[in-house]
């Protein structure tokens, strides 16, 4: 199967940018040729001119199981600390979760995003009540929507030990098992909560479990204050390399920075959440140049995203650039290929895998390579996304989903949702408490 994407102005990368008028030949999965005049007559078409062609975006943190919450009565105090709000909603959620609000939980968030324009979510995933099986009904979900994924089970003790045991189990067994290795556009990682929800014997599983298999381990890092010291922890494990996905790392010190940094470790930044949990700011400028965007559950649109993440740091720095944020998308993207061993996903590159969007935007201004970031921030959104294509399939045509059909998508999340809400109106407030065991601080270290 073949597919012609015709007259677009296309960004073959995004960091550092090269734009250049081109008709892109799909070929199977893959980019088979860029240039103009391209024909190919059995190909299907899609007719980019005027229209802008980008690289598919990568939300680098998520959580596709919290997307039935939307509106969702909380019945209980509101929280008034970052504890209280995994205690009082989150934490609760999480254990009201069934196999089919999973799967309903799934769709809704794989739909949102591919109309969105994002093409891979990197999903870290809780159901203590439901752990068994739970990433194939993921995978399962996200692939019959058509999106690229990275699905990791997070482990914790803050459901006791058994629960600990079965989440390694299932990101062990999701990994050995035939699923993703049938299933092309889906990778495991292993999945950890937090520090502060771990016990040593735990974190030192997470992390033997994601060394052995060479998956990577996707872990939230110093989020709140009740996880300082996190990433020193997480060094102290071995754990401080090239495949940590570290969510978050706001509440690190100059020494813990500089470790992620020099590690080479890959942060995913999430502004909008830390904005919405009031949990501070992320040092961007310190984290080195592995920092990439996730939404930690809020939607997928990583424009909107990009341009939150944008105006946070311009608050603090009205010196800061646009370029960073549109640098941490080509990062999230450079990151997921290692996963996938596809060092050119994320570009527009002949051989790399077809991940693209169109884009119904006509620029009003000039735009070449030095433009693109201010019209990235200012300009595009996703609202403009009209076709998207994973793995070289077209997955969204004319702002529609073409695998499944998007009322039935609704009609299942509404019922799911509301047995789903009725099930956390009596699920108690969690009643854990941050593990106290801390790696002792290093003498000179702050
Ligand atoms: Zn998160």
């Keep these: 199967?073949?597919?012609?994407?015709?007259?677009?102005?296309?960004?073959?990368?995004?960091?550092?940018?090269?734009?250049?008028?081109?008709?892109?030949?799909?070929?199977?999965?893959?980019?088979?040729?860029?240039?103009?005049?391209?024909?190919?007559?059995?190909?299907?078409?899609?007719?980019?001119?005027?229209?802008?062609?980008?690289?598919?975006?990568?939300?680098?943190?998520?959580?596709?199981?919290?997307a039935l919450a939307r509106g969702m009565p909380l019945g209980v105090a509101a929280p008034r600390s970052f504890l209280e709000i995994l205690q009082r909603l989150w934490w609760r959620l999480d254990r009201a979760l069934d196999e089919e609000s999973i799967r309903a939980s799934a769709l809704v968030a794989a739909r949102d995003a591919l109309l969105a324009g994002t093409t891979t979510l990197v999903d870290h995933h809780a159901s203590p009540n439901a752990i068994d099986g739970s990433l194939d009904i993921i995978a399962g979900a996200f692939t019959q929507v058509g999106i690229r994924s990275v699905l990791a089970y997070e482990v914790s003790d803050r459901d006791g030990a058994d629960r600990?045991?079965?989440?390694?189990?299932?990101?062990?067994?999701?990994?050995?098992?035939?699923?993703?290795?049938?299933?092309?556009?889906?990778?495991?990682?292993?999945?950890?909560?937090?520090?502060?929800?771990?016990?040593?014997?735990?974190?030192?599983?997470?992390?033997?479990?994601?060394?052995?298999?060479?998956?990577?381990?996707?872990?939230?890092?110093?989020?709140?204050?009740?996880?300082?010291?996190?990433?020193?922890?997480?060094?102290?494990?071995?754990?401080?390399?090239?495949?940590?996905?570290?969510a978050h790392a706001i509440h690190v010190d100059s020494d813990e920075?500089?470790?992620?940094?020099?590690?080479?470790?890959?942060?995913?930044?999430n502004a909008r959440s830390n904005m919405n949990n009031g949990v501070g700011h992320a040092p961007i400028e310190l984290l080195g140049d592995r920092v990439t965007l996730g939404t930690d559950g809020i939607g997928s649109d990583m424009w909107a995203e990009a341009m939150t993440a944008y105006f946070r740091q311009r608050e603090g720095q009205p010196d800061a650039g646009m370029d960073w944020v549109v640098n941490a998308l080509a990062h999230g993207?450079?990151?997921?290929?290692?996963?996938?061993?596809?060092?050119?996903?994320?570009?527009?590159?002949?051989?790399?895998?077809?991940?693209?969007?169109?884009?119904?935007?006509?620029?009003?201004?000039?735009?070449?390579?030095?433009?693109?970031y201010a019209h990235w921030v200012f300009g595009t959104s996703a609202a403009a996304v009209t076709d998207v294509v994973?793995?070289?399939?077209?997955?969204?045509?004319?702002?529609?989903?073409?695998?499944?059909?998007?009322?039935?998508?609704?009609?299942?999340?509404?019922?799911?949702?509301?047995?789903?809400?009725?099930?956390?109106?009596?699920?108690?407030?969690?009643?854990?408490?941050?593990?106290?065991?801390?790696a002792p601080a290093t003498a000179g270290l702050s």
């Design 333 to 372: 993207a450079t990151f997921v290929g290692r996963l996938f061993d596809e060092p050119q996903l994320g570009t527009i590159s002949v051989g790399a895998p077809a991940d693209l969007v169109v884009l119904d935007y006509s620029p009003p201004t000039l735009l070449d390579a030095n433009d693109l």
């Design 257 to 269: 920075a500089h470790q992620l940094a020099e590690r080479g470790v890959v942060v995913a930044h």
């Design 1 to 66: 199967m073949s597919l012609l994407i015709e007259g677009g102005r296309v960004v073959r990368r995004l960091s550092p940018p090269l734009i250049e008028h081109a008709d892109i030949l799909v070929d199977g999965t893959r980019i088979a040729a860029i240039g103009t005049g391209l024909d190919e007559a059995a190909a299907q078409r899609i007719d980019a001119s005027g229209c802008l062609v980008v690289p598919g975006n990568v939300n680098s943190h998520t959580h596709a199981y919290s």
């Design 164 to 246: 600990a045991r079965a989440s390694l189990a299932e990101n062990e067994r999701f990994m050995r098992s035939s699923s993703w290795l049938h299933c092309p556009i889906s990778r495991p990682m292993v999945g950890a909560h937090a520090s502060f929800t771990l016990s040593d014997a735990t974190l030192e599983a997470c992390v033997g479990l994601a060394a052995q298999s060479g998956c990577g381990l996707h872990i939230h890092a110093g989020e709140d204050a009740i996880d300082s010291g996190a990433i020193r922890r997480l060094g102290q494990a071995r754990a401080l390399n090239s495949r940590l996905l570290a």
């Design 390 to 438: 994973v793995s070289g399939e077209i997955v969204v045509r004319d702002r529609m989903l073409t695998r499944v059909d998007e009322a039935d998508i609704d009609r299942f999340a509404r019922r799911q949702a509301r047995a789903l809400w009725a099930r956390v109106e009596d699920t108690p407030v969690h009643t854990f408490e941050p593990v106290t065991s801390r």
